[in-house]
């Protein structure tokens, strides 16, 4: 069983401020994506890491891949209200040999962010 | 259109009921899933449709019961549930099967809120 840790499990910061989350597992991905999702509705792809060492930076989201795929990380820069949510990291992985994937979700990091 | 559209956004049914709840994509993505969330929890997988066959069951319980109609289309039929299944149930679909998959992510729709009285 893959098993995904997402860590802290709550974050509450003020306007402005910057914030990690992290992943990590013993399990190796062909790729990892980082969700964001708001209550009552359904998880919103924010950015996809695919390469060992990736960075890939969209306006004030930042993620990074480790070498060996295993553990990821999501910085965002000047935190604002609108950004408080349910951030959600998930491992994709080919599934018992068929080729299909299958996403293995981190517990979740409920943000919150302070006018 | 770049869109999971779920119906219905809310459901309440007894335990006696059936009931379906239905998923329409029309991006042209081959790969299809139903995910099962609590509230405050990640979401967990149920079923993997690809080019409209189901490839994975997560072991669920004979009480949920998909169908892939079309490429477009993917239903959840509901049978007998227990207050225990409810949850939002959420629509997944991604563009190629394989390891390109992750390249891309996955597209959710917004769920159906299932209350089970």
């Known amino acids: 069983t893959q098993l995904l840790e997402q860590s802290p499990q709550f974050l509450s910061i003020q306007e402005g401020e910057n914030l990690t989350v992290y992943c990590n597992s013993s399990s190796v991905f062909s790729s990892l994506q980082w969700y964001r999702q708001e209550p009552g509705e359904g998880p919103v792809l924010l950015v996809t890491v695919v390469t060992g060492g990736e960075v890939k930076k969209l306006k004030r989201l930042t993620s990074q891949f480790g070498d060996a795929r295993k553990d990821s990380s999501l910085h965002i820069t000047a935190a604002q209200p609108g950004d408080t949510g349910l951030y959600l990291c998930a491992g994709a992985s080919n599934a018992g040999g068929t080729s299909y994937g299958k996403l293995t979700f981190g517990q979740g990091t409920i943000l919150t962010v302070h006018p | 259109d770049t869109e999971v559209t779920q119906t219905p956004k809310h459901l309440v049914m007894g335990m006696t009921n059936k009931k379906s709840l239905k998923c329409e994509q029309h991006m042209g993505h081959r790969a299809m899933y139903w995910y099962k969330q609590k509230a405050k929890k990640p979401p967990e997988l149920m079923f993997v449709y690809s080019y409209e066959k189901l490839s994975i069951n997560e072991s669920v319980p004979s009480r949920f019961s998909p169908e892939c109609p079309n490429s477009s289309l993917l239903n959840l039929h509901l049978h007998a549930l227990q207050p225990e299944d409810s949850a939002l149930y959420l629509c997944?679909?991604?563009?190629?099967?394989?390891?390109?998959?992750?390249?891309?992510?996955?597209?959710f729709g917004s769920g159906t809120r299932l209350t089970v009285v």
């Open positions: 997944a679909s991604s563009p190629k099967e394989g390891r390109a998959r992750g390249y891309y992510g996955y597209t």
